[in-house]
């Protein structure tokens, strides 16, 4: 038989992600056997130590099997670090090679949110492309700058690497996994008992651009500033690049470099950051929002709200403003 191997890292990891993968999974695979299939899985919780402890004690987990003790794997699933990814990478340098070992030897490897920082750890996302949560995507990118990090998408799939995005969005990478290694008949049971959602493609939605402010280049910061408090207004990205005495070409590098996009892609996110916040909470309609945040025409506005959320206006205050959600009733 084959075998599904979910990690339990040493350090304060979510066990929500780690007893999640499991229920699903085994759930799964006793459906795909009830099916009549022979070709299942053992599917086992495995570490470093004997037992690793949560929130403070108040839970335990005790792996299956030492690492040590598996030569060979199919499947890798590395839950989330919570906000620990730091203490983790210090703490789990053997299960680090454990991992890289594993995909040498056949082995894909699945990523959990912050999981995402201890497959970075091994070199293996080098020049590929990875999700995780959307708080923690330019820190992850800041430290591994050769990763392709996407915050918007929900999973990655790259040379039997898979990632995912943040919180209970692992539930739609179980269901993506299920389907890829049992088939679509048992992803859409496991969909149905467990009630997640099919075939999610995006986190845009939930995204809360907050500035990007974790770095140390204080006349961007400065920037960021002006940018924050004028975003309604039309700014001139070479003025305002002259008002600091920089060249264009070397405050967009800078920009980039500091906080992953150009100046007008920041400014982008800011205007739809304020028409979200505004759509969620005020009865204003679509141009009403639209002309607020600095924009003028309603077709390029509706093409950069869905592009930057995943959803158009309308969509996204359906669903997110409760009295417009209650009127679809």
């Known amino acids: 038989m084959k075998h599904i191997t979910i990690l339990v890292p040493n350090g304060e990891n979510n066990l929500s992600s780690i007893v999640g993968a499991y229920k699903i999974l085994s759930r799964a695979n006793r459906y795909w056997m009830e099916k009549g299939n022979t070709n299942g899985f053992i599917i086992e919780l495995a570490g470093s130590v004997k037992k690793i402890g949560f929130h403070e004690g108040l839970f335990t987990v005790q792996p299956h099997k030492d690492i040590s003790s598996i030569k060979k794997t199919n499947l890798v699933i590395i839950p989330s670090l919570n906000h620990n990814y730091e203490t983790a990478l210090k703490e789990n340098e053997k299960v680090i090679r454990w991992i890289s070992d594993q995909y040498e030897t056949g082995a894909e490897i699945a990523s959990i949110c912050t999981g995402a920082f201890l497959l970075a750890a091994t070199g293996l996302l080098s020049n590929r492309s990875c999700s995780t949560h959307w708080s923690f995507a330019q820190t992850l990118q800041n430290l591994y700058p050769e990763i392709r990090v996407k915050p918007d998408l929900l999973i990655t799939d790259e040379n039997g690497l898979y990632t995912n995005g943040g919180a209970y969005s692992f539930l739609n990478l179980l269901l993506y996994l299920v389907e890829k290694y049992f088939d679509r008949s048992t992803a859409i049971f496991c969909s149905k008992v467990f ?40 700014i001139n990205i070479d003025r305002l690049a002259a008002n600091f005495s920089i060249g264009r070409r070397n405050f967009d590098r800078r920009f980039i470099k500091a906080t992953g996009h150009t100046p007008l892609e920041y400014m982008q996110r800011l205007k739809i950051e304020a028409a979200k916040k505004a759509f969620e909470t005020s009865s204003q309609n679509i141009s009403e929002v639209m002309y607020e945040v600095g924009y003028s025409d309603i077709k390029s506005f509706r093409e ?17 403003n409760k009295a417009a959600a209650q009127a679809n009733y």
């Open 304 to 320: 950069l709200f869905k592009k930057i959320t995943g959803l158009s206006p309308l969509e996204y205050r359906k669903k997110y």
């Open 195 to 234: 009630q997640i959602e099919m075939d999610r493609q995006r986190q845009s939605e939930f995204i809360l651009f907050k500035g990007l402010k974790s770095h140390p280049d204080e006349t961007i910061l400065e920037a960021q500033k002006y940018m924050e408090s004028q975003f309604s207004n039309t």
